[in-house]
């Protein structure tokens, strides 16, 4: 069964819970759904006659947040995986020198993939951030602050899943690859800061 399609209540439970998944990928894979799930509702609501002008760029809109529901969702499912990928690597014999080779093989490996899978998330959640921003001055005023919602709940999806990667860029042996993770969460979690803060303002505005 997919992590989304439990409960609230148990998916709560287990996060509490002594089990190591979900945890903080999951966590952050689901803030990222509900701030998309938040910015399509705004959307949603923001198509009709009285909205004729902006219908195209609102369903746009809609569609690409139900799309990276969906990718968020995977991305939860893949980050599990990618737990239990270096689980594996970490309890593999490492008697000879052969077995150790093998062990440190299969612990890069899972130290790339646990790295790879909460980049992903900061990317989409990005795209989704720059879209909502990008709409902001358009939207049904109603519902204004559930995109600011929106925006924070993608840019605390941002900020967790960095702090992911940065905690498995140590175990990788290979410098420029560590470099180029670090670059590139630096960069997007600076977008998704300063996304947040724009959208923030002119909603802000926009309240009086």
């Not at 989304?4 to 952050?28: H, M, N, Q």
């Amino acid at each position: 069964m997919s992590i989304f399609d439990k409960t609230i209540r148990s998916f709560l439970d287990e996060a509490s819970s002594k089990a190591p998944t979900p945890g903080g990928g999951s966590v952050a894979g689901l803030s990222a759904a509900l701030g998309a799930s938040m910015g399509s509702m705004v959307a949603n609501l923001s198509i009709g006659a009285k909205y004729e002008a902006v219908q195209e760029r609102m369903s746009e809109a809609v569609a690409q947040m139900q799309k990276a529901i969906r990718g968020f969702e995977s991305i939860v499912e893949q980050d599990m995986l990618a737990f239990g990928q270096y689980m594996a690597a970490l309890g593999l014999p490492k008697s000879s020198g052969e077995e150790k080779a093998v062990r440190s093989n299969a612990m890069q490996a899972a130290a790339k993939r646990s790295a790879e899978v909460p980049m992903s998330l900061m990317r989409q959640c990005v795209e989704c951030m720059r879209m909502l921003a990008g709409i902001t001055e358009r939207v049904n005023k109603n519902v204004i602050s559930d995109l600011a919602i929106a925006l924070i709940m993608l840019e605390a999806a941002v900020q967790s899943a960095w702090i992911t990667v940065e905690m498995n860029l140590p175990g990788l042996k290979d410098e420029a690859l560590a470099d180029s993770f670090k670059e590139t969460g630096s960069a997007l979690v600076l977008q998704s800061h300063q996304l947040k803060t724009d959208g923030l303002q002119a909603i802000r505005s926009t309240l009086g």
